[in-house]
């Protein structure tokens, strides 16, 4: 057994990492830490049964486990995560701390699969970053992409922000509500053209919703190219991707509440194309695609473990 | 006082119709007609006091009033709209029957003003044309928009799909879910080109909430054009209108919750370009500025009354 | 015109305030006073066109209006509504601070009104009071109740806790939830009681809403009372009455969506007795009937201004 | 492997079967009906991957299984379920039409668990039922109840009522919306009546949830029981039950949002008594242990299996 420990495991990916590592057979989960419930048992802040259920939150972690998890804010992971590894652990930030750092993996799964294999120390990726580039990568390197600005028009519940206490993030502030935020300025932008090698207008919106995200692109095509050949080419690139879907036009077959819950990204390429744009869709749960289980994802493929133990 | 029908009037617009036209100082309402609440009191169902609540529904309107809201299907109103403005009443028809009819006024209040003075019949415009073109004609008519693709990423509630029975608009399938849908296909894309004179990509994508919505538009600035130019002429252009409010960059003040039960349409203009492109955001009540009080706006413009009554 | 001025003017009853009182035909709106929202405009706060759209919040009301609404902390109201009473202003006092102090009449409209007229002091009664008192008083009172529990399962949306920046309150933590919450200890208990006369047991839910507040009511018939008496009773007593209406046995005719919005109680009376109980509902808008609209009702019930004034 | 099948699949309870079995690691799912999706896959319909992802809908099941699970309406279930015991299959209906039926085991695990071992014909308790009974039967049988109404405030998200085509479900009626339903009338009550040895007042609310349901017991106390008295018991009776949590005086440890997607069922009873009454409160999510996780607990302690195998 594999014997883990959870920081931050009172935020809300870091609850979503401890019921996956719960079910997950080759893991012992021997700590978490948290301020926030200090003390609490698993089973009564989380729900979890078994052995998990009696596992206290800590504030952290005594002896070094074999792997941590970090659900922790960029702040503490940037001093904290270098720390773990050096003592010999894995470490798996989720935070933007390492994401443009050589000295971790960018956790793409299905994009750095073979440099993940044996990897110490892995940055998790961003939620709109993932949704982002899981279909766009491919479509840039097989050159379908032409010039002009590159569109992501990108929506996400509440969850993504954290359990933050901003008077924005209230209930009777977001409830029956839908905006855009930070317009040309989030700090997911600089990840996202380092992954696409190319500028974008991202615009991010608050859904009404606890969880899910879904990007809307809008992509020039370059000359020759078709949405039905970008459509062709996901289709061939994910095909034995276990957590990748493919859908041709899709609506609610890639509504947002076709992934919460599940480790899957689904995309659909509109065949329909207008003033040389191919429209792309994908979904994710910002909570585990986007954060939970692609860290688990990772944990598996950088221990050599079958990458959907725990997560199918 | 101006004795007033309306037909369809337990749709949702034909509802918000009778709300507002109930407290019309000006306005005697003298028949709904709706074949779901035939024989019902307007009191029992939909709340509204006084005289109006003693009106029952009713399958047809009888004698000829002074003016008819046409709150119905587009087929409905197709052979019943120009049956009473033969009969001499002022028809405002909401459906898009006679958008693209030379006979109606396309009755964009703030932009077709001088034409709806008088006017007998009017094409009331369809909710996303109304949030997409307030913003944009000015700025297409001013030059400021360059070539390369005009992209409208529009997101709305529920209701603007009335009352269908269709399972894509269960509880159960809506609630917690995001997603495009008619993607290239949508009905009111001719409507809005033919507004704006020139093509556009237009995507609508339905939110958790019953009513608002919002178009994020991602335009190609002009040579020599500005997003502080934009802010400015659309400053200038809608200064002394009471229903249109302008916003710097904004984020909750443009919210659909900003606007939902009220007949303003909000828009902020966002200072940073990249790309060479304006992002420009509007928010409107789609029962509302989308539908039932820029119909009352053009009730008021067509006969001289002023503008706002019945609407503040 | 009367010279009014609403403290706490950006708390969500106050917000409410604003908006009717800004249409309100006999009132002149000359301060609002807001710490949160000092020095922004009526107009972009709230959107409030005209005259008030120009006011903005201040830290204080400088010159003595003709009436003051409170819509601030029982702390802040219990220090400053008598102040405005002694320089002469009528005082209406949303809190809590005063409904159990003589020197105040305590507003419930439709039971209050003899008393209302000509007053000077006013406290506005709570949300859930409202909900319960408005059916069982009379019920009370004609001795259809006999001995055994009175049971009082109420629900409320989220604005009644106010903008208060809880952790309990954020979307992640309320969408998609409900629980009961201070079980047996709410601060609204005793307010119901006394109105009643009677010991009840009362239990608020929190629902995910921002609005709307139902009280459903299990109540024991005195012997040889039924439903239909009290039926009969209510029917009678609420005839004449604007804002509220009874239904029989209803299901979605009271639900809160029939009534957030608007200034009304919608009230049912199940016809099925079993057990000796007798089941009541009562719908509110816990920011119009259960604060805001009522204030106002009582504001003009004191000055002797047709009741619906503003409200209709 | 235990060959199964699942009947009405395409429902909201069986697409929950379909989740859990698939995950079952002694199960072998071979068909799925549903005419609603006949010819899809179960990877497109409802993302499951894997094996059973390739299964598709078919109009009925052709060779015999060793399991069936039936999520199909009461007069489908009436028909064929006993078909399927006939055949030799282990039927586990969750319609219901067996409910009342001494031919069928009336399955409320934590209480029939022995009833169940070996059986082969099994009627899954409703919804409301199992979140009443759980907590209440143990009190009966302890005597802790004394006479007077018995009091069940019922509130269930929108999933309960399955996927009808009704204009109550839909979106933009239910959104922001609660009220009563079938007051006094319920088909679920003589099943709780039934369970619990005596007559209750049940009332259900609908909520603007998709799922989860919590019940609001205010039950008369014994003369010399207590709270305290029920707590103990309640405690003693489930304290080694896996999916039977039990909190003291829980405010959001038993909100209906801790139970989602879970296979509990959270209890608190609260320790303030007034009037003779003590309040417990229960929570389940409707879809799962109100449905397919305690089917697929059934499934489990009928055939020897550990009960909580594909559910932790």
Redesign the interface.
Known sequence: MIRVAICGASG?AGIELIRIL??HPEVELVALTSSRWEGRSA??AV?V??AVGRLRFRSSVEATPDAVFLATPAEFSLEEAPRWVERGALAIDLSDAFRHDDRAVYGLTEIARERLRGARFIANPGCYPTASQLPLIPLVEAGLLGE????L?A?SG??G?G?R?????????????????????HRHVPEIERGLGR?V?F?P?L??????L?V?A?A?LATGASAAACHALLAERYRDE??V?L?E??????????????P?C?ISV?P?E????V?I?S?IDNLLKGAASQAVQNFNAALGIEE?TGL?
């Not at 002009?148 to 569109?151: H, T, V």
């Not at 036009?249 to 599940?262: D, F, K, L």
Request: glycine share 12%.
């Open positions: 809300y719960a079910r089973r009564d729900g049964g078994g002009g600005p590159l569109i028009d929506k509440s969850s922000a359990r206490l901003d008077d924005s993030l209230l209930f009777s502030e977001l409830m029956d509500n839908h905006y855009p935020y930070r317009v040309g300025t500028a207008v615009t919106h859904l009404p919703t606890r969880r899910g879904l809307s809008y020039p276990p957590f879907q859908f036009s899709g609506e609610r077959e890639i509504g947002i509440a076709s992934v919460v819950g599940t899957l689904r509109s329909i207008k003033l040389g744009i429209q869709f979904v959907t199918s």
